[in-house]
């Protein structure tokens, strides 16, 4: 399933979300003096039972378990009808309906293993089941894809005969479950690139059931049957669409790239407009954990007579207020001359 609706490029956009975690980075600090620095991060580790692991919503988890129970369910119905109808487009729908409960079941997963708390290899916990789930949903909208081509093809040099009759019925059945499941992911979290995604399944879900009922019509008034293969192949040009936002969004999560409302330059400008007693911030690094979850680290230098404490708290508040970035973690740099980012490329400062 897969639909024309936008994925935030990444497909996933990574505007931050503002029910972010459950605390407020913004409100700790800690310093650590060693090897002539200080590092400021934004929680104490040591003062309270922390873990990075966020938020998952009880919400979102039903709403994708419910989404799943009715399409796995209607998904059999539907490749049942389609093989007996002989109709490609039912069976396309059904092919979408499968990757449909196969992402619902992912997302469900994701969601319930993302409540897992960090340890001691997982510093993060499992934030990112999320991603890996949607870049498995659109590796599967390729295959799905991939093979209903191959299949309309061989429909168009070999001609099936279609019942029209059971195949208008099961579409429009199809049409309201399929309705009826966006309506319940709706409900959701949307933000969240699992439910993103699934819900861009379930609008080619959508099409794909208009296409089927079109598909019955014309074969009913008309006999031609090539409309069948006709409108499958519309329907997988808007799912090679939305599969690729999703493709592009979720590896651009996994690649580390900055999130959709985050360029670095704009955002060093920013810090030095908005916080006084900053003379510089530099190796600044921002990336999201999973989507809507941006983090960030960075180096900063102080205006002479700046107090260290007020500019780092002044700092994180920015970034939360500007960006809503709140986990970022900000090292003073105290001596001019530090060696430039272990991060960069070779012969990069």
């Given at each position: 399933?897969?639909?024309?609706?936008?994925?935030?490029?990444?497909?996933?956009?990574?505007?931050?979300?503002?029910?972010?975690?459950?605390?407020?980075?913004?409100?700790h600090?800690?310093a650590?003096?060693g090897?002539?620095?200080?590092?400021?991060?934004d929680?104490?580790?040591?003062?309270?039972d922390?873990?990075?692991?966020?938020?998952?919503?009880?919400?979102?988890?039903?709403?994708?378990?419910?989404?799943?129970?009715?399409?796995?369910?209607?998904m059999?119905?539907?490749?049942?009808?389609?093989?007996?109808?002989?109709?490609?487009?039912?069976?396309?729908?059904?092919?979408?309906?499968?990757?449909?409960?196969?992402?619902?079941?992912?997302?469900?997963a994701?969601?319930?293993?993302?409540?897992?708390?960090?340890?001691?290899?997982?510093?993060?916990?499992?934030?990112?089941?999320?991603?890996?789930?949607?870049l498995?949903?659109?590796?599967?909208?390729?295959?799905?894809?991939?093979?209903?081509?191959?299949?309309?093809?061989?429909?168009?040099?070999?001609?099936?005969?279609v019942?029209?009759?059971?195949m208008?019925?099961?579409?429009?059945?199809?049409?309201?479950?399929n309705i009826?499941?966006?309506?319940?992911?709706?409900?959701g979290?949307k933000?969240?690139?699992?439910?993103?995604?699934?819900?861009?399944?379930?609008?080619?879900?959508?099409?794909?059931?208009?296409?089927?009922?079109?598909?019955?019509?014309?074969?009913?008034?008309?006999g031609?049957?090539?409309?069948?293969?006709?409108?499958?192949?519309?329907?997988?040009?808007?799912?090679?669409r939305?599969?690729?936002?999703?493709?592009?969004?979720?590896?651009?999560?996994l690649?580390?790239?900055?999130?959709?409302?985050?360029?670095?330059?704009?955002?060093?400008?920013?810090?030095?407009?908005?916080?006084?007693?900053?003379?510089?911030?530099?190796?600044?690094?921002?990336?999201?954990?999973?989507?809507?979850?941006?983090?960030?680290?960075?180096?900063?230098?102080?205006?002479?007579?700046?107090?260290?404490?007020?500019?780092?708290?002044?700092?994180?508040?920015?970034?939360?207020?500007?960006?809503?970035?709140?986990?970022?973690?900000?090292?003073?740099?105290?001596?001019?001359?530090?060696?430039?980012?272990?991060?960069?490329a070779?012969?990069?400062?």
């Amino acid at each position: 399933m897969a639909g024309t609706g936008p994925v935030h490029n990444p497909g996933i956009h990574d505007h931050a979300e503002h029910d972010h975690d459950d605390h407020d980075h913004a409100g700790h600090s800690h310093a650590a003096v060693g090897h002539d620095h200080a590092s400021h991060d934004d929680h104490d580790h040591a003062g309270h039972d922390h873990s990075h692991a966020p938020t998952v919503s009880a919400g979102n988890e039903k709403v994708v378990l419910i989404g799943f129970v009715l399409t796995a369910t209607f998904m059999v119905a539907e490749v049942v009808a389609g093989v007996l109808s002989g109709s490609l487009a039912l069976i396309a729908d059904a092919g979408h309906m499968l990757t449909d409960a196969a992402a619902l079941l992912l997302a469900w997963a994701a969601f319930r293993f993302g409540r897992r708390a960090s340890d001691s290899k997982r510093s993060f916990g499992y934030m990112r089941l999320e991603v890996v789930a949607g870049l498995v949903n659109a590796l599967a909208l390729f295959a799905l894809t991939g093979w209903i081509l191959y299949e309309a093809i061989q429909r168009f040099m070999t001609p099936h005969e279609v019942l029209a009759g059971p195949m208008f019925i099961v579409a429009v059945l199809g049409l309201f479950i399929n309705i009826a499941v966006f309506f319940v992911l709706s409900r959701g979290d949307k933000e969240h690139v699992n439910i993103r995604g699934a819900m861009l399944h379930v609008l080619g879900d959508l099409l794909g059931s208009v296409a089927a009922i079109a598909a019955a019509i014309v074969i009913w008034l008309t006999g031609w049957m090539p409309i069948d293969p006709i409108l499958s192949v519309f329907v997988c040009l808007l799912v090679l669409r939305s599969a690729w936002k999703l493709f592009r969004g979720s590896l651009h999560i996994l690649m580390e790239g900055t999130p959709g409302n985050v360029a670095i330059e704009d955002l060093e400008k920013s810090l030095l407009a908005a916080v006084p007693g900053l003379k510089a911030a530099r190796h600044i690094h921002v990336w999201s954990i999973t989507s809507g979850k941006p983090v960030a680290t960075l180096e900063i230098v102080l205006a002479p007579g700046a107090d260290a404490a007020a500019t780092t708290l002044a700092t994180k508040q920015a970034l939360l207020g500007e960006y809503g970035i709140t986990h970022s973690t900000i090292e003073i740099v105290w001596e001019e001359g530090k060696p430039g980012c272990a991060l960069a490329a070779d012969g990069v400062p």
